[in-house]
């Protein structure tokens, strides 16, 4: 079974405002990849795609680019967001893509691929692309680093301690993503595939964006479903807590969040 997290409206909107796209690491990565394996670049297949923050950097590079999604309030995100006219926008099952059989050069999908059911997935990802087309699977980790003048390593432990006071409430699937993507790369049906685990970006936000940010994690949305005060209290306590470390008083004040991500990268036979 797939699973059903991120698709109230709430938590589109979250993702909306506090997600960001695919840093200038992963994308190098990426588009390195597809440049030496790719011969044509017609159709991408962005499974997964939230409100389509990653979706829109493959559009200057496919001649159609197709945003899925199993959660229509993620959907209409996306579409709200506005998009070039090549650019479009489904709500579906990344397990049932409405698409042509070998239509697709590239299936893609950023921090999403851990949330499918594995085995259904990836006889639709076959099933989707084109000979000699590609299938790239990242993700963020829970490894992440913030950076603020002589504080990283305060800040950076007040960040570890959230995530392992909110890790009760982590779904199993989240496990994929501590294994850094060795059951998803396993299950890819290609021979011809790659697994990175060291891929580092820096986000520049601002404490309140962080904030955010955490908020926008599953396991924190499911922490608030069940204990609504205990998990305000905790969002509160995280930014008075960092505030002070930083010794600043504005939510606005900038630094830097690291994160290190992980991507599996494989190509069809021709
Ligand atoms: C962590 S978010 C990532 C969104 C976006 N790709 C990004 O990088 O911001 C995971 C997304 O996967 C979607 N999702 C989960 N299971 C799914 C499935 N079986 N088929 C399609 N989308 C799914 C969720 O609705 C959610 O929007």
């Not at 197709?66 to 967001?81: H, L, R």
């Amino acid at each position: 079974m797939a699973a059903r997290l991120f698709e109230k409206k709430e938590h589109a909107a979250i993702y909306k405002k506090y997600r960001f796209s695919a840093q200038e690491n992963l994308q190098k990565v990426i588009f390195a990849y597809l440049d030496k394996k790719l011969n044509s670049f017609r159709l991408a297949v962005d499974v997964g795609c939230g409100s389509g923050q990653s979706t829109q950097l493959l559009a200057g590079r496919f001649e159609k680019v197709v945003g899925t999604d199993v959660s229509e309030a993620q959907i209409e995100e996306a579409k709200q967001a506005g998009h070039p006219p090549h650019v479009s926008f489904l709500a579906c099952p990344a397990e049932e893509v409405p698409l042509d059989d070998h239509s697709a050069d590239l299936v893609v999908a950023f921090t999403a691929a851990h949330w499918f059911d594995i085995p259904r997935f990836m006889t639709e990802v076959d099933r989707l692309l084109a000979p000699s087309g590609c299938v790239i699977l990242c993700s963020n980790t829970l490894d992440l680093q913030l950076r603020y003048g002589d504080c990283s390593e305060e800040l950076t432990e007040i960040l570890r301690e959230v995530i392992k006071q909110i890790s009760p409430y982590k779904h199993e699937k989240i496990n994929r993503v501590l294994d850094d993507y060795k059951e998803i790369f396993d299950a890819v049906p290609f021979q011809d595939k790659e697994r990175i685990t060291d891929i580092f970006d820096k986000m520049p936000m601002s404490v309140a964006n962080l904030v955010g940010y955490i908020q926008s994690f599953s396991p924190y949305q499911t922490f608030l479903k069940k204990q609504p005060e205990a998990a305000k209290s905790l969002v509160a306590k995280i930014e008075q807590r960092l505030l002070e470390t930083m010794g600043v008083s504005s939510e606005e004040t900038q630094l830097e969040l690291w994160t290190r991500q992980v991507c599996v990268l494989a190509h069809k036979k021709a």
